[in-house]
């Protein structure tokens, strides 16, 4: 997922260092059995990088197709006009609870994606909680195919 973020966002020569050095890294660190660690490493450059991304690339109607749309239906519910019977930049097909979350975004004048940001960091931080305590054992799958070999069996 980090990797298709920062190429469809930033689509540079950056982008391909910053992925190369991030995925380096992981492969080090799940070598040497640093999964716990990897894991961290990972959620953290993911929810810092999805921070940048919403600083660096704005909401577009031409090239975004969700937000616009909520956006104008939250502010069609604050003029108490009918929601449905709007003209909107493309179809509006969203259940109530799927843009009446983004009302306080929409009437204090923040930007939409906060409200993601905001459930990306509390889902990144609880996993990192569980996996401190051990109740989550991150990538144990791929490890057990990397010490997995045709001549012994599986355990």
Same mark, same amino acid.
């Given at each position: 997922m980090l990797v298709s973020t920062?190429?469809?966002? %930033? !689509?540079?020569?950056?982008?391909?260092?910053?992925?190369?050095? $991030?995925v380096a890294n992981c492969i080090l660190l799940l070598w040497v059995r640093r999964d716990r660690t990897c894991i961290v490493l990972l959620l953290t450059i993911n929810v810092a990088m999805s921070i940048v991304?919403?600083?660096? %690339? !704005?909401?577009?109607?031409?090239?975004?197709?969700?937000?616009? $749309?909520i956006a104008d239906a939250n502010t069609f519910l604050m003029q108490a006009a009918d929601l449905y019977a709007q003209v909107y930049s493309n179809k509006f097909l969203y259940l109530p609870l799927q843009w009446l979350a983004f009302l306080p975004f929409v009437t204090t004048g923040l930007d939409l994606r906060v409200l993601?940001?905001?459930?990306?960091?509390?889902?990144?931080?609880?996993?990192?909680?569980?996996?401190?305590r051990g109740r989550l054992a991150p990538l144990r799958w791929l490890l057990a195919a990397r010490s997995w070999s045709p001549e012994r069996p599986s355990r």
């Open positions: 920062v190429y469809l966002s %930033v !689509p540079t020569r950056f982008a391909f260092i910053l992925v190369g050095i $991030i991304l919403v600083e660096i %690339v !704005p909401i577009d109607c031409h090239t975004a197709d969700m937000l616009p $749309i993601n940001l905001l459930c990306l960091a509390s889902v990144s931080a609880w996993i990192v909680w569980l996996v401190a």
